[in-house]
């Protein structure tokens, strides 16, 4: 459903913290910050007298203060990324790339059993390795494109219930 249009600007207790070029990746923000609790306005980019976007302007995504480092944390890696965590009602709140063996964890603690042949035992060994490896995200443990444990960045993230983002999202 299109959203109506926004016209905000920054004052005293909001922030913009992202600039995207369409109106479907400004959604795809919308709904990575809901997923995480971050209530959140998109505004409409300046328009020239021509119709076309001004230069420079963009759908600008804004937040509260408050919540403007957990925003900013909850987009990190939106734009690259290719897998999302979603909470046990579907809605995506975590670039699977960007995950940390805690955030792994605390995914696991709230999932469900995964399809597929896979365990949550087998999902927790990926948070293990991260911490074996000593590396900060999930993406690290692939940076080289090889498996891991015979197992590929695509195969860890079907088994952890992750959503496989079908558009390009450009900001």
């Known amino acids: 459903m299109p959203r109506a249009p926004v016209y905000a600007c920054a004052v005293n207790d909001t922030t913009p913290i992202a600039v995207l070029s369409s109106p479907q990746g400004a959604d795809e923000a919308v709904d990575l910050l809901h997923g995480n609790g971050i209530k959140c306005a998109v505004a409409n980019p300046v328009l020239t007298t021509f119709g076309a976007n001004q230069m420079g302007s963009g759908y600008t995504v804004i937040v509260a ?6 925003a900013k944390e909850a987009l990190e890696g939106m734009l690259a990324a290719k ?14 790339e960007t995950a940390t063996s805690d955030e792994i964890r605390e995914h696991l603690a709230e999932a469900r059993e995964p399809d ?16 074996q490896h000593r590396h900060p995200y999930v993406g690290k443990l692939f940076k080289h494109g090889r498996p891991l444990e015979g197992r590929t960045l695509d195969e860890w993230a079907v088994a ?6 079908h558009t390009d999202v450009h900001g």
Not at 65 to 70: C, G, P, T, V, Y
Not at 117 to 131: E, K, Y
């Open 65 to 70: 203060d408050e919540d403007r480092k957990r």
């Open 160 to 165: 952890c219930g992750c959503e496989h983002v």
């Open 116 to 131: 597929g042949g896979w365990s949550t035992t087998d999902i927790g060994q990926l948070a293990d390795l991260l911490d």
């Open 83 to 96: 897998w999302f965590l979603r909470t046990s009602s579907g809605q995506r709140y975590h670039a699977f």
